[in-house]
Protein backbone atom coordinates (compact mmCIF):
# COMPACT_ATOMS: atom_id res chain seq x y z
CA UNK A 1 0.00 0.00 0.00
CA UNK A 2 1.14 3.64 -0.79
CA UNK A 3 1.04 6.18 2.14
CA UNK A 4 1.91 10.11 1.96
CA UNK A 5 3.05 12.16 4.58
CA UNK A 6 2.72 15.75 4.73
CA UNK A 7 4.77 16.90 8.28
CA UNK A 8 3.74 20.46 8.14
CA UNK A 9 0.04 20.56 9.43
CA UNK A 10 0.01 24.32 8.48
CA UNK A 11 2.37 26.96 7.28
CA UNK A 12 2.42 31.01 7.01
CA UNK A 13 3.65 33.26 4.57
CA UNK A 14 4.18 36.80 3.61
CA UNK A 15 2.20 38.13 0.39
CA UNK A 16 4.77 38.26 -2.29
CA UNK A 17 6.98 35.73 -0.58
CA UNK A 18 8.20 32.25 -0.88
CA UNK A 19 6.93 28.98 0.30
CA UNK A 20 7.73 25.50 0.24
CA UNK A 21 5.56 22.57 1.25
CA UNK A 22 6.75 19.07 1.59
CA UNK A 23 5.89 16.09 0.76
CA UNK A 24 6.99 12.61 1.41
CA UNK A 25 5.01 9.06 -0.16
CA UNK A 26 6.20 5.56 0.31
CA UNK A 27 5.76 2.90 -2.56
CA UNK A 28 6.95 0.00 -4.17
CA UNK A 29 5.81 1.20 -7.59
CA UNK A 30 7.36 2.75 -10.28
CA UNK A 31 4.57 3.49 -12.17
CA UNK A 32 3.27 6.32 -10.82
CA UNK A 33 2.37 9.98 -10.54
CA UNK A 34 2.35 12.91 -8.23
CA UNK A 35 0.02 15.84 -7.88
CA UNK A 36 -0.70 19.02 -5.46
CA UNK A 37 -3.96 19.87 -5.37
CA UNK A 38 -5.19 23.18 -3.30
CA UNK A 39 -8.52 23.25 -1.87
CA UNK A 40 -9.72 26.72 -1.07
CA UNK A 41 -12.89 27.36 1.35
CA UNK A 42 -14.89 26.51 -1.24
CA UNK A 43 -13.76 23.14 -0.25
CA UNK A 44 -13.66 22.70 -4.59
CA UNK A 45 -10.26 20.81 -5.23
CA UNK A 46 -8.22 22.36 -7.88
CA UNK A 47 -5.50 20.17 -9.56
CA UNK A 48 -2.18 22.46 -9.12
CA UNK A 49 0.56 20.82 -10.69
CA UNK A 50 1.19 16.77 -11.32
CA UNK A 51 4.68 15.04 -12.65
CA UNK A 52 5.14 11.41 -14.22
CA UNK A 53 7.59 9.53 -11.75
CA UNK A 54 9.44 8.52 -15.29
CA UNK A 55 10.02 12.34 -15.77
CA UNK A 56 13.54 13.48 -14.31
CA UNK A 57 12.77 17.05 -15.22
CA UNK A 58 10.29 19.29 -12.29
CA UNK A 59 7.16 20.27 -13.32
CA UNK A 60 6.66 23.61 -13.69
CA UNK A 61 3.17 25.84 -13.64
CA UNK A 62 3.51 29.66 -13.65
CA UNK A 63 4.59 30.42 -9.81
CA UNK A 64 4.07 26.77 -8.92
CA UNK A 65 6.98 24.49 -9.25
CA UNK A 66 7.74 20.98 -7.46
CA UNK A 67 11.02 19.30 -6.49
CA UNK A 68 10.60 15.91 -7.04
CA UNK A 69 13.63 13.46 -5.44
CA UNK A 70 12.52 9.99 -6.77
CA UNK A 71 15.28 8.16 -4.50
CA UNK A 72 14.16 10.08 -1.42
CA UNK A 73 10.31 9.84 -2.33
CA UNK A 74 10.06 13.38 -1.70
CA UNK A 75 7.69 15.53 -3.79
CA UNK A 76 7.58 19.30 -2.31
CA UNK A 77 6.13 22.16 -3.99
CA UNK A 78 7.21 25.92 -3.96
CA UNK A 79 5.31 28.65 -4.08
CA UNK A 80 6.73 32.14 -5.92
CA UNK A 81 5.28 35.38 -5.21
CA UNK A 82 2.46 34.24 -3.18
CA UNK A 83 -0.63 35.87 -3.57
CA UNK A 84 -3.92 35.78 -1.16
CA UNK A 85 -5.77 34.03 -3.36
CA UNK A 86 -2.82 30.75 -2.29
CA UNK A 87 -4.51 30.61 0.92
CA UNK A 88 -5.71 27.02 1.22
CA UNK A 89 -5.35 23.59 2.43
CA UNK A 90 -2.64 21.58 -0.16
CA UNK A 91 -2.71 18.26 -0.85
CA UNK A 92 0.06 16.04 -2.01
CA UNK A 93 -1.24 12.63 -3.85
CA UNK A 94 0.08 9.93 -4.99
CA UNK A 95 -1.24 8.14 -8.20
CA UNK A 96 -0.73 4.03 -9.05
CA UNK A 97 -1.56 3.68 -12.64
CA UNK A 98 -2.13 0.33 -14.49
CA UNK A 99 -4.37 -2.06 -16.36
CA UNK A 100 -6.56 -2.57 -13.19
CA UNK A 101 -7.66 1.69 -13.24
CA UNK A 102 -6.07 4.01 -10.85
CA UNK A 103 -6.73 5.95 -7.34
CA UNK A 104 -5.41 8.77 -5.86
CA UNK A 105 -3.82 8.49 -1.99
CA UNK A 106 -3.84 11.50 -0.18
CA UNK A 107 -1.61 13.07 2.45
CA UNK A 108 -3.06 14.78 5.34
CA UNK A 109 -2.86 18.40 3.96
CA UNK A 110 -1.03 21.38 4.72
CA UNK A 111 -3.16 24.38 5.56
CA UNK A 112 -1.45 27.57 4.15
CA UNK A 113 -1.99 31.12 4.83
CA UNK A 114 -0.98 33.86 3.37
CA UNK A 115 -0.43 37.31 5.21
CA UNK A 116 -0.72 40.70 3.64
CA UNK B 1 -16.58 22.85 -21.61
CA UNK B 2 -18.55 22.34 -18.19
CA UNK B 3 -17.01 21.30 -15.18
CA UNK B 4 -17.97 18.28 -13.04
CA UNK B 5 -21.25 18.70 -11.54
CA UNK B 6 -22.54 16.89 -8.40
CA UNK B 7 -26.12 17.00 -7.09
CA UNK B 8 -27.22 18.32 -4.42
CA UNK B 9 -24.63 20.13 -3.03
CA UNK B 10 -26.01 19.95 0.51
CA UNK B 11 -27.81 16.96 2.10
CA UNK B 12 -29.15 16.58 5.89
CA UNK B 13 -30.63 13.18 6.95
CA UNK B 14 -31.19 10.60 9.45
CA UNK B 15 -29.68 7.94 11.02
CA UNK B 16 -30.75 4.75 9.37
CA UNK B 17 -31.88 6.41 5.79
CA UNK B 18 -30.39 6.18 2.62
CA UNK B 19 -29.04 8.51 0.26
CA UNK B 20 -28.40 8.86 -3.16
CA UNK B 21 -25.86 11.68 -4.81
CA UNK B 22 -25.12 11.78 -8.36
CA UNK B 23 -22.10 12.79 -10.62
CA UNK B 24 -21.91 14.21 -14.09
CA UNK B 25 -18.32 14.21 -15.04
CA UNK B 26 -17.24 16.76 -17.91
CA UNK B 27 -18.30 15.91 -21.38
CA UNK B 28 -16.35 13.42 -23.06
CA UNK B 29 -14.82 11.94 -19.60
CA UNK B 30 -15.64 8.05 -19.47
CA UNK B 31 -14.26 7.76 -15.97
CA UNK B 32 -15.43 8.52 -12.37
CA UNK B 33 -14.01 8.17 -8.74
CA UNK B 34 -15.77 8.68 -5.74
CA UNK B 35 -13.83 9.98 -2.37
CA UNK B 36 -14.83 10.52 1.24
CA UNK B 37 -13.73 13.28 2.99
CA UNK B 38 -13.93 13.85 6.70
CA UNK B 39 -11.72 15.35 9.42
CA UNK B 40 -10.52 12.50 10.91
CA UNK B 41 -9.82 10.16 8.21
CA UNK B 42 -8.79 12.94 5.49
CA UNK B 43 -9.63 12.16 1.93
CA UNK B 44 -10.10 8.52 1.02
CA UNK B 45 -10.97 6.45 -1.96
CA UNK B 46 -14.27 4.85 -2.28
CA UNK B 47 -14.95 3.38 -6.11
CA UNK B 48 -13.92 3.93 -9.63
CA UNK B 49 -16.25 3.89 -12.54
CA UNK B 50 -14.68 3.36 -16.38
CA UNK B 51 -17.49 2.91 -19.43
CA UNK B 52 -19.98 1.35 -16.34
CA UNK B 53 -17.87 -1.21 -14.80
CA UNK B 54 -16.27 -0.87 -11.63
CA UNK B 55 -12.78 -1.03 -11.65
CA UNK B 56 -11.58 -0.24 -8.34
CA UNK B 57 -13.01 -0.05 -4.60
CA UNK B 58 -11.69 1.03 -1.61
CA UNK B 59 -11.90 0.04 1.86
CA UNK B 60 -15.52 0.61 2.81
CA UNK B 61 -18.46 -1.29 4.40
CA UNK B 62 -21.31 -2.83 1.67
CA UNK B 63 -23.20 0.17 2.99
CA UNK B 64 -21.64 1.88 0.09
CA UNK B 65 -22.11 0.98 -3.59
CA UNK B 66 -22.38 3.19 -6.68
CA UNK B 67 -22.86 2.82 -10.76
CA UNK B 68 -22.42 4.31 -13.45
CA UNK B 69 -24.87 4.68 -16.36
CA UNK B 70 -24.35 4.63 -20.25
CA UNK B 71 -23.90 8.46 -20.50
CA UNK B 72 -20.99 8.34 -17.70
CA UNK B 73 -23.28 9.59 -14.89
CA UNK B 74 -22.53 8.43 -11.53
CA UNK B 75 -24.60 7.77 -8.57
CA UNK B 76 -23.22 6.68 -5.42
CA UNK B 77 -25.55 5.23 -2.72
CA UNK B 78 -25.28 5.12 1.51
CA UNK B 79 -27.51 2.67 3.01
CA UNK B 80 -28.51 2.57 6.63
CA UNK B 81 -26.91 5.86 7.12
CA UNK B 82 -24.42 6.70 9.86
CA UNK B 83 -23.15 9.17 12.00
CA UNK B 84 -19.70 8.81 11.04
CA UNK B 85 -21.40 8.81 7.54
CA UNK B 86 -21.33 12.71 7.61
CA UNK B 87 -18.58 13.91 4.72
CA UNK B 88 -17.99 16.01 2.00
CA UNK B 89 -17.88 13.40 -0.56
CA UNK B 90 -16.37 14.33 -3.59
CA UNK B 91 -16.25 12.90 -7.47
CA UNK B 92 -13.49 13.15 -10.20
CA UNK B 93 -14.03 12.72 -13.38
CA UNK B 94 -11.15 11.84 -16.63
CA UNK B 95 -10.82 11.03 -20.00
CA UNK B 96 -10.32 7.26 -19.23
CA UNK B 97 -7.16 7.00 -21.27
CA UNK B 98 -5.35 9.67 -19.07
CA UNK B 99 -5.25 8.64 -15.50
CA UNK B 100 -3.42 12.51 -15.16
CA UNK B 101 -6.14 14.81 -16.48
CA UNK B 102 -8.28 14.31 -13.11
CA UNK B 103 -10.69 16.91 -12.25
CA UNK B 104 -13.02 17.32 -9.12
CA UNK B 105 -16.69 18.44 -8.95
CA UNK B 106 -17.35 21.11 -6.35
CA UNK B 107 -18.50 17.68 -3.35
CA UNK B 108 -21.69 16.39 -1.91
CA UNK B 109 -22.19 17.93 1.86
CA UNK B 110 -23.78 15.19 3.97
CA UNK B 111 -24.65 15.49 7.39
CA UNK B 112 -26.47 12.65 9.49
CA UNK B 113 -28.28 13.26 12.71
Known amino acids: AQTVTQSQPEMSVQEAETVTLSCTYD???????LFWYKQPPSRQMILVIR??????QNATENRFSVNFQKAAKSFSLKISDSQLGDTAMYFC?????????????FGEGTQLTVNP | KAGVTQTPRYLIKTRGQQVTLSCSPISGHRSVSWYQQTPGQGLQFLFE???????NKGNFPGRFSGRQFSNSRSEMNVSTLELGDSALYLCASYPGGDFREQYFGPGTRLTVT
Open chain 1, 27 to 33: TSESNYY
Open chain 1, 93 to 105: AFMRWGTSGSRLT
Open chain 1, 51 to 56: QEAYKQ
Open chain 2, 49 to 55: YFSETQR
